[in-house]
């Protein structure tokens, strides 16, 4: 399997090694310790991808070998699509900008990403300058696609997000989320299951998107009646739908790809 063991990564990077325990014979880390989790999460990307990436204290960290898996599986898709170099569009890349900066890095393509929160933006920014890569960072201003100026006329092959996801009762209160703080504004997407915010990506990124386009979302697998509702919603739109499992540890994530023949 694809990953960087413990033992490995404090070769790479001595901070790690306040933060590692033996059990047994095995070398540990405690994930659930936010400190230790970002410094770990940093030098898997440094050291499987070359990438130096910040994240914000207060926001959730994306596990980045899981984030490679998506963009693969959706690029395969695109190629088979016969889509070589694709106008690409990322909603809320959040503050590493993990996504958008990995396609860039690893795929021919230009990339556009949105992201609302003010400080979420200027890590997004900074991240993509210390990696030297062209990505348009664009306030949304809590739209989701129409009505952003930025990319008014433009049109996509591919509009990718790990959305938010959260049912309209979800609470950040300095409580853990997801094995990590949250910051309020990740803590939406509305609706019974959270599937409303998904909803407008697909309802208004139809109209982004160009023939053999793909709008492909991320989705753990509960609750089974999110993804089913946002597959309803894709056929809905008229999109043929392509779905993937991708495992990192013992989570299971599924890739819901919409394509516009
Ligand atoms: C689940 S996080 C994903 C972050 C990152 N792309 C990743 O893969 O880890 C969703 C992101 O959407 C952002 N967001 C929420 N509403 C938004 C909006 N209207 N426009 C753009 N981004 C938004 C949140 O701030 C958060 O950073």
């Given at each position: ?11 790479y ?80 890349t ?49 739209k ?5 100026k ?6 996509f ?45 697909i ?26 509702l ?32």
């Amino acid at each position: 399997m694809f990953g960087l063991k413990i033992e490995d990564a404090i070769k790479y990077n001595e901070n790690l090694k306040k933060y590692v325990y033996k059990k047994g014979d095995k070398l540990r880390i405690n994930f659930k310790d936010k400190e230790a989790l970002m410094e770990y999460n940093k030098t898997v990307l440094k050291v499987l991808f070359g990438l130096d990436i910040e994240f914000h204290k207060n926001g959730l960290i994306p596990t980045p070998i899981n984030r490679y898996l998506f963009i693969k599986s959706t690029f395969e898709t695109l190629k088979k699509l016969g889509i070589e170099k694709p106008n690409v569009l990322e909603i809320g890349t959040g503050h590493s900008a993990i996504i958008s900066i990995l396609i860039k890095k690893f795929y021919d393509a230009e990339v556009y990403a949105t992201e609302v929160d003010e400080e979420f933006i200027d890590f997004a920014k900074r991240n993509i300058e210390k990696n030297k890569l062209d990505i348009k960072i664009i306030n949304s201003k809590g739209k989701v696609i129409e009505g952003i100026k930025e990319i008014r006329d433009k049109k996509f092959d591919l509009i990718i997000s790990y959305p938010p996801f959260y049912s309209k009762n979800s609470v950040a209160s300095g409580r853990k989320f997801g094995g990590a703080l949250a910051k309020e504004v990740e803590l939406i997407g509305g609706g019974k299951f959270g599937e409303e915010f998904s909803f407008k990506i697909i309802e208004e990124g139809i109209n982004f998107l160009n023939k053999k386009g793909v709008i492909a979302l991320m989705m753990p697998k509960k609750p089974e009646e999110r993804r089913k509702l946002i597959i309803e919603k894709m056929k809905d739109v008229g999109l043929d739908i392509e779905v993937d499992e991708i495992k990192t540890g013992n989570r299971l994530r599924y890739i819901i790809k919409g394509i516009k023949m």
